[in-house]
């Protein structure tokens, strides 16, 4: 594959990647609902090479459940240059919570969908149990689905990162009420990860026009809320030419300031890394 025509800044970052296995090492449990072929730290150093990412946020696979020993064996293989979002049950004792801290975690992941492991009623619960420890809740979820939670979320009074411009499993108009509570999440100071937008694009690549003219209004909106992702290795879908995806921001994000707030400031703000 060829590389990007985008040029990164200094410091960009993939806010939102996943390692599967070993799995003589870190296999799935015998339930797992979601299930991935092995992708492994050194073919995901090919793709930080050739896209020219210097960070990165791993985030923990569905499919591990609550055990993140293969998301922080990797954090600690990549060093300083990595973070995590991670996944653990209520009651978790302060001592765990404060040993993922300092390895590197920085989130919850709060995924909503089929194959995820949490109750809506759990959700006040673990953010109060994370929120002394800085963390966010990072929300998957299906984005029309916000309309009968915004309350619920708002109410939350944590830090709040949206997976993948909303997710609208149906993509929706800018105008739809869903995507008007996605906007007031943001205007309240949700992040939103702009990636994956072949999982629920109908239009389809180069620029995915459906999810990237909500994309282009939440960057107009919210440039310093806006973060970009490869969602490698795409669990559940065909390999991906993270080089075209990294490109749909030259569509997206046409001014290069705008496209260093959502590459390199904005995560280093969020995750805690050196403002390069």
């Known amino acids: ?18 390692f599967y296995g070993p799995f003589d090492r870190y296999p799935f449990p015998p339930d797992a609902a979601r299930r991935a072929p092995e992708a492994l730290l050194a073919a995901y150093r090919e793709v930080q090479a050739r896209l020219g990412l210097e960070r990165v946020v791993v985030v923990q696979a569905a499919g591990y459940g609550f055990d993140n020993a293969a998301t922080m064996a990797n954090v600690a293989a990549i060093g300083e240059t990595a973070r995590a979002v991670v996944v653990v049950p209520l009651g978790t004792p302060e001592a765990e919570l404060q040993r993922l801290t300092d390895a590197g975690a920085r989130g919850l992941r709060v995924f909503m969908l089929d194959g995820g492991i949490y109750d809506w009623a759990d959700v006040p619960a673990l953010a109060d149990m994370v929120r002394p420890f800085g963390w966010h809740l990072q929300l998957q979820l299906d984005g029309r689905e916000l309309i009968e939670r915004l309350d619920f979320i708002e109410d939350l009074d944590i830090q709040l990162v949206i997976d993948h411009t909303g997710k609208f499993l149906d993509p929706v108009e800018p105008d739809h009420p869903a995507f008007h509570c996605l906007e007031r999440l943001v205007h309240e100071g949700a992040y ?85």
């Open 192 to 276: 939103v990860k702009l990636s994956a937008p072949y999982e629920t694009s109908k239009v389809g690549p180069p620029t995915y026009d459906d999810i990237g003219t909500l994309a282009k209004m939440l960057i107009r909106q919210a440039p310093d809320r806006m973060l970009w992702a490869t969602n490698w290795p795409h669990p559940g879908h065909f390999p991906k030419d993270e080089a075209m995806l990294l490109d749909t921001l030259l569509d997206w994000a046409p001014d290069p300031h705008t496209r260093r707030l959502i590459l390199s400031d904005n995560p280093a703000r969020l995750y805690g890394f050196p403002k390069a």
């Open 1 to 18: 594959m060829t590389g990007p025509k985008l040029q990164v800044p200094k410091g960009a970052t993939d806010t939102h990647m996943h």
